[in-house]
Structure formats: C-alpha cells, structure tokens
C-alpha cells in the first residue's frame, strides 16, 4: 500500500471504475489512496489561493431528506471552489416527498444537473436512485453507510499520522451504525487495524463485516470486534466514537444511555491508548454522553481538522466523478 503522498506540480486527477460513490467498499485500495491525494494536492491549492475549477460550468444537485451542517455546507463549498454550481433539494420542496417515486426522480434531475449528492434514510433508497440516474450519485449518508466522513477521517489520520499501515483505530459505541461500518470499510482498505468495541446486541453488519474481513486478506489490515473496550482502545494510534443515538432512533435515547454507559471515549479509557493518538468524531457530539469534554476539547483531539476535511475529501470526490 502506498503511504507517500503524490505532491505533483500537475496532478492528473483520480479515476474511478464506477460512476456513483455509495460505499468506500465499492472502491479499490488505489482509488482510495488516489482520492486521499487528490484531496491534500487541491487542500493544498486552496490554501495557498490558487484556483482549481476543475467543474467550472458544472452543477450538483444536492438532496436532503436527513438535516445537516457539514454536509450541506462542505458541498456547496466545495462546488464553487471547483468552479460550480450546487442546488438545495429539499425532500419537503421537491416532488419526491409528495409520493413521486425515487426512479423518476433521478430519471427527470439526471436531464438537469451533472452530478447528485443525497442525504437520506435507508441506503435501499439510495442505491434504487443511482441504479436510475445517469449522472453519478454520492452518497451524503444513510442509516447503513457515511462514506464521504470516512474519507475526510482518513484523510485527517493521514495528515497527523503520515501513514496507515500498522497503525490501530479503535471505534467505541454503537457498532451498528453508519459510521462504523464505513470505518471498518475504510480501514481495512487502506491496510489498517480496527477494534470495534460496542456493547452486546449492537455489533456491525455481519455482512459488511464479513467483506471487510476478506478485504483485509488483500491489504494487510484487519478488523475485531469486542464488547471489551479496554481491550479495544489498548495501543490505538487512533479512537473514535459517535453518537449513542443516530437520528431516527430518538425513541430508543434512554435504552442507548443505559446501554452504552460503559462505552463512553473518557480520560481513564484513553489512557490505554498510545500516548500520542488522536481522537475524532464526525461531529455532532454530546459532551457527557458518548465522550467527556476533557477528550473532545483536548490535546488529543482533531475533530476541528477533521470537519475541515469534508470539504477537501468531497472535492475530490466530486472531481473524480464529474469531470
């Protein structure tokens, strides 16, 4: 696995072998790591002012049945800083919300913008949408898969660590959520290790963890699960959590506290960790709840980094889709 990255006076640019970007599983090792530094060369850009309208004239539809900050935000950015253009969708603003199916809707967009980004519920969904679009599809997020924050987590240990192989990431709370299952994806791809530790009854996909186990095979990395969180966090480069409750499962917010009282990324659980890890969270976050203040505010963290870097990851992937 390369771990250098390609700093080039004139980047080529990423090219994918498939035209949506619905699951960092979907994508090899080399486009992972293409889009990685296809990321840092135009957060490079940015950063010094230089222009990149890789997308000039280009435009994204962006449709939200799942309210966000960074998502919206970093998109709309990002689509501009390319040179484009970026359109709000609102599910309560457009036809779909009304009973028109998903198909027709990615059949009508698909003759207007060049590119959809959709934020939804069930990754059924999604997939049913880009099997009907002729424009390339992201995905923003669903209940099953976060992939573009994974991509900005990886490009955050990257920048901070230099290097994936060998390293550990340790994800604790609930296993069964989007976040984790994209991580595990992740990892594994770039040749990682990653302990999941969440509580029992709240383990991972068992098909996505079965996939990532055979990915692992490939690229020297690895993936554990426990209801043990000490053992998880022993010798993490890297710990992660999320929320105990994603949205949608308001209802079940008192069971998820009892449930995940153990679990929650404190100083005393860090202490098990290498004394210089990280910590991320895709944000936002409840002080008190699944990490204390003392972690997410402190030395260790990069969440701030990390936000950033939705921005730079999705530009990315923007420019390796659409242009």
């Keep these: 696995m390369v771990n250098k990255v390609k700093w080039q006076q004139e980047w080529v640019g990423t090219t994918m072998n498939q035209k949506d970007f619905l699951t960092i599983g979907e994508c090899t090792p080399d486009e992972l790591m293409s889009l990685l530094d296809d990321a840092l060369y135009m957060k490079k850009l940015q950063k010094q002012g230089v222009p990149h309208p890789y997308l000039s004239g280009k435009v994204l539809g962006l449709i939200f049945e799942k309210s966000s900050t960074?998502?919206?935000?970093?998109?709309?950015?990002g689509m501009l800083q390319l040179?484009?253009?970026?359109i709000f969708l609102s599910s309560k603003d457009i036809q779909l919300g009304r009973g028109e199916t998903a198909s027709d809707t990615a059949k009508v967009l698909s003759r207007y913008v060049d590119g959809l980004m959709i934020r939804?519920?069930?990754?059924t969904s999604i997939e049913e949408f880009a099997q009907s679009a002729t424009v390339p599809v992201i995905n923003g997020l669903t209940d099953l898969h976060h992939p573009c924050q994974v991509m900005a987590d990886l490009l955050t240990i990257l920048e901070h660590k230099g290097k994936f192989a060998g390293l550990k990431m340790c994800y604790v709370g609930d296993g069964n959520n989007n976040m984790a299952h994209s991580l595990i994806e992740g990892a594994v791809k770039v040749g990682m290790n990653i302990s999941v530790a969440c509580p029992e009854g709240y383990e991972p996909n068992?098909?996505?963890l079965h996939q990532a186990k055979l990915a692992s095979k490939q690229t020297g990395g690895s993936v554990i699960v426990t209801n043990n969180p000490i053992e998880a966090v022993k010798n993490a480069d890297v710990v992660v959590t999320d929320v105990w409750t994603s949205m949608g499962m308001e209802d079940e917010h008192e069971a998820r506290l009892q449930a995940f009282q153990a679990f929650q990324v404190n100083e005393e659980l860090c202490q098990h960790a290498k004394k210089d890890y990280?910590?991320?969270?895709?944000l936002p976050a409840h002080r008190g709840e699944e990490v204390t203040a003392e972690i997410i505010d402190g030395n260790h963290s990069v969440v701030f980094d990390e936000a950033e870097n939705r921005l730079h990851a999705q530009k990315a992937i923007l420019k390796a889709l659409m242009s």
């Excluded at 939804?120 to 990754?123: E, I, K, P, V």
């Excluded at 990280?278 to 895709?282: Q, T």
Aim: with cysteine; proline share 0%.
């Design 70 to 77: 960074r998502t919206r935000v970093s998109f709309e950015v």
């Design 278 to 282: 990280i910590f991320l969270h895709c």
């Design 206 to 208: 068992e098909v996505i």
């Design 120 to 123: 939804t519920f069930s990754h």
């Design 83 to 86: 040179g484009g253009h970026a």
